[in-house]
């Protein structure tokens, strides 16, 4: 009888290690705290506008040719579109005369950077797509694709920074 309620206790156990939930991964873009450059140069103030699907907390995958997929247990440590827009403008910065600071620290925005596509896929690549607009009206469309080294969130971000320098080059020149 013993060795009937161990065994029984035993296995609820295991059944319930097995059932238990994956823990909760959170990622953070590298270069994602703005850095305001030394240099004395005239200040662009940068507005970031996230398409909906990019306003989760999620990390966002496309499994196929139509369907996209929200992370379940894969966050962004800190809300995405900050993140994105301190990433942009510290990329920015190392790239012409003119210093771009979130405008939230500036007061004022210049420039406009709408993004629709921040993701991986599953061809091994991430996509990055959108388009600056200045206040003047001018505006540059930007769709990069960059190949994924490795597997997992962090060879997918690591992909998603590289592209982020390709956006920025696109934007400045």
């Avoid at 161990?6 to 156990?13: C, V």
């Avoid at 301190?86 to 771009?100: E, I, M, R, S």
């Avoid at 694709?145 to 320098?165: F, P, R, V």
Wanted: neutral net charge; charged residues 15%.
């Amino acid at each position: 009888m013993m060795k009937k309620i161990i065994f029984l206790f035993a296995t609820s156990i295991m059944l319930v290690a097995c059932g238990s939930t994956p823990s909760t991964q959170y990622y953070q873009l590298p270069d994602s705290a703005f850095r305001l450059p030394e240099q004395n140069r005239t200040i662009q103030g940068v507005r970031l506008v996230l398409a909906e699907s990019l306003q989760s907390n999620s990390l966002l995958y496309q499994t196929d040719e139509y369907t996209l997929n929200f992370a379940q247990h894969n966050l962004w440590a800190s809300p995405l579109k900050e993140a994105l827009n301190n990433a942009l403008c510290n990329k920015l910065n190392q790239l012409g005369q003119t210093t771009y600071a979130p405008a939230n620290h500036t007061g004022t925005t210049h420039l406009t950077i709408y993004i629709d596509r921040f993701q991986g896929n599953y061809r091994g690549e991430t996509e990055i797509s959108g388009y600056a607009q200045w206040q003047n009206g001018q505006s540059k469309p930007f769709h990069v694709i960059t190949e994924q080294h490795g597997d997992g969130y962090a060879a997918m971000l690591n992909s998603l920074n590289q592209g982020l320098n390709k956006v920025a080059q696109k934007i400045v020149y």
